[in-house]
């Protein structure tokens, strides 16, 4: 087969393919190829203009760093969710007025409040190609050294890039190590809060709506941009103006109906969907149970170890409310691919693209890395159980020791040889760990838990136990338990102030410690060491190889009419489709549109659903003017899309066919969990605020005409 | 205004009334009254041949007391509910073959097994309007003596009625003392079990499904009635014959669909629709609220008593069950009556049919005695803290023991002068719930129950104690506390054998007797059978007033150019109106129709959603035969309407336009449970078994090909 670029395997004519005509999360960059599927979908504009990041709209999109946001002004001004926006709204909170459940509103740009200095907005002003670059030092390599070389030519192109000051740069892995690309910001500092509504209404229905359709959040907020009077990015001044975009974004005042023609700009964070089949199967078949029955034995023995004991609770509620999360997550993901059936889906269309290289001319090479990427990944299965467990072995108090241990072997290093996470920077965060481990940790749950992750260590085939580990726990789970007490009989970690004083101790003094922790930490060090270096020497054959197979898939799929996006990884993507009702199960239809009718009706005057008011006040007189659906005869609150996204979509603009904002993004459908592996057309749905809902508020509920008259837009 | 009889009132041209055209459990002799209306919502039958319940089609539907069913074959075959036949079901289970998990099929009439000495099928042969006949004694009288003339005359008519033998009488009370009824029964005693599906089919889902939209139910069974060689009824025996109906319903082939006409017969328990303004307040602001807290409040008590006591959990488990289910019914009814803002609805529309009354002529005697009603209810409004309360005061064993004492009290009279549940008929009954009490009784949960009550009896205003109860549980919480301890302390009712032998004593020995409870029962007899004069008191006057309620709102009603129904008082009724979906809240549709696809979705492998393997490989087979919906290109299993329903209407048969069976009533869905006080045709939806379902699991599934031909239908 021949080897042309990838870049170049795009530049054909795609035949429109009705399946999958709303699955994409594409580069801008592939959206000209695109152009016809765009236009029969509905889109108006020019798929050409969309290529460039650094032009409008594009431009328009920023990243708030896990968040995305959109400019809506000339002056600056930025909308994104409520919950994106929630740190800056939390600090400016005081006892006398607090924002969360007031909501806020500057008249004047004077009455803006700083967002705090942590608060960022990035503006891509660049997006370069540079594999090449990326992978001249590698080619010819194999394993660890691959990896190395990859990982030292991205972090000098980053440091490059950062020398010019105000930006903050990246390297980007599109398709799996078959192409890189530098990300260029502007990093904007200082941001300002604009308008938040109150959480009742930013946040309606809180963790029980999460997920769920139909949903009635006010998600959003207003941010505005300020850099110095050089035009350049500055700490928060108040002598700063406000920062001039690139682009901006208007916002529609037409109606949005089910079937319109709706896209999406964001930086989703990351998906699946071109691992292998072998992947999905271990993913389904596997990890996803295991992690069900991990999750739910943890925090069944998390609660009856701190049954009846109010301060043991206390110190594990934000560990068993994640891993609560955690749960129900997997199991959405786990019941979602299920259902669509992904294992089978994947496995066939991975045996017909494998049939259909096999045909290809100067395909051997491709198929011998395809061979040796699925040896590769099948070495990893063989290990799946320990590499699952190990991380369960070093709990609170023991990973803290484990942690120590590991610190002082760093210390000897030179800061810049350093493994990432132990450098001098990383140090604060180390130190903030030992201490919030004060109120996250007690012997008896921790030793439960200990105790239950060992006997699933117990059941590892004999081939996958570690020497180290069993020199520390013992040969049997009876004998574990003793080692167990004798551990936390044996340590004096429990203080946060040893914890601390730890850190300053150099690995000779660190290994001649009496503390029980601390020596069973030393014995299982290089094991550890050894472990990690297996997965680097694996990540580095997993970068070298998946190449082929995403060449091989890109190719199958080209002779199929399709193009290939690459799996999310936080870079800037435009998804397109429409306005969709969903049908969740035989029997509801889930409408595409929500109305202030469902506020009234879910209110019961209790958090999370304690509608203010102003809000219920303005529903009940049904004053709705330029902002109500007249199909609907009422003011609409949510819609639905079937576009394409996942975590990192959060804020994202959702554009009409005319590129006019639409909606914002805040969520997805509990059906759409496990989205992230597999797009399933009949379940994936995203939730957006609807606009008008936006200016309904703005307008009528709690008004702010001054940013209605900023965004062109009618003040009712 | 004008005393003319209430039959008459209806014989009026009604003009269709849109917003509630589907409200109504029609008394079949008002059907041809509603003829115009009935065909404009599509009935194509003669109304005319509804009225007679002893003629077709009516005289196929019948009681099985508590629940109805219809007949479907020349031989006695009924169809009903299969929670209707559970009883059957289990008699003849055994733990070989348990029918309840396999499910049963006659192949022949020999296969047939006996429903049980206590199966009843009751066939309607009369329905005689008797008021004249009833209220003849108590005219000119009131209060306790009203209730005691009618209550006379309902006993009598019943006895004159029953000296027919074979045959079972009640008199129906219509528009609260307004008409009653003398309606006669067939009782035939023979009946046989000729099919069921597993419960896995039959009750699919169970608990989690209950009251829940979208249902995949088949809930059906089919039993046959036999008679003696000389067609009356008789105990089964080998020799009987199968009785030949009166009527039978032919089940439909054509297709349901969103839309179509269809009408339900049955016998509803109860409904409160035409209860007063002050009554529905009563209930909403009052009643409801204080259920939910009393049952929140037990079921709390009682976990918080037995916590850690698996004994005590076990003994009380049926009990907690049971409230749950009651707060459960509260809450829902509560929610629903608030969403559909009864007591506003229903007070404006009590308002409009007083203020039209006081522009009739004539109206000064209603008039007076619409005051008297609510200086009637008001009165009770007085007490009805007192009320709720005092019930909860005897639990269990104390309840025991003030029945003990009652019972004594009664056998000083002569037996046909006792109180009802007190005569020597009731005698077994009595001593199998004080033998029952051993399993259900626990003196600490009992202790913490009443203590629980007590707080609430002595929050009551100084003018609503009862001397008694003071006398026995003292003048404060505290007090109370340790006379409780001291009550249970003091009794031996606990054994067993001491209760039934109490059952023997005289009234001057249970007085004499030094057990704590019985001597405490003893002191709260006189208080009990006052209070209990005093309810009779009040309901000889409300039965004689209501009836002046009801002339003026079915008067009022005819100026509407609306009928009324009477409330229900499990009385054959009809409703009709349209297959019809539902939108339960905002941004969410429901199907009228559910499908095959349901309940492999649903299934989980566990019960409740363990469809059978035979149910899952046929709908994986996709052979539906005849039995498919075109249109839905697949098999349906249970469909909605939007028909008047209530408690009592499971198993009746449901009826397309053209009189034929396309239905079984099997439940009604969680937004309607408001809907024994208040239909709001937003909301109020009853769930069905497609007969498709039926028949589709009769041809292909679990076969039973002699009761298809038996029916007429195809046998695939």
Redesign the interface.
Known sequence: MRKQSIAATFAITLAASAAHADEGMWMPSQLPQLAAQLKAAGFAGDPAQLADVTRPPLAAVVSLGGCTASFVSRQGLVVTNHHCAMGAIQLNSTPDNNLIENGFIAHTPAEEVSAGPAARIFVTVGFDNITDRILAGARGKTGRPYFDAVDMAKKAAVAQCEADAGHRCSVADMYYGSEFYLIKQLELKDIRLVYAPPVSIGNYGDEIDNFM????VGDFSFYRAYVGKDGKPAAYSKDNVPYVPPAVLHISTAPVKAGDFAMVAGYPGVTFRHRTASEFANQIDWLLPNRVAMFDGLIHTIEQASAGDKAKQVLYASNVASMKNNLKRAQGELEGLR?SDAIHVRAADEAAMLAWLKQQPDANSEQTDIRALQAELNQADAQRERDFILPFLRPGLLGAAVQLQRLAFEHSKPDAQRESGYQQRDEPMIEGGLKQLQRRFDPVVEKATLRFALQRYFALPQAQRVAEFDAVFGSTIDEAAQRVDALYAGTRLGDQATRLAAMNLDATALAASSDSLLKAAAILQPALLRLEGEAKQRAGELLRLRPAYMQALIAYRKSQGRAVYPDANSTLRVSYGKVSALTP???????P???V??IV??NTGVVPFNAPKPLLDAIAKGDFGSTADAALGTQTVNFMTNLDTTGGNSGSPVLDAQGNLIGLNFDSNWEAVSASWMFDPRYKRAIHVDMRYLRWLLAKVYPAPNLLQEMQLPVE
């Open positions: 359709w139909p949903r009635h259902r199960r035989d029997g509801v239809d889930y409408r549109l929500t109305t009718a469902g009706e879910k």
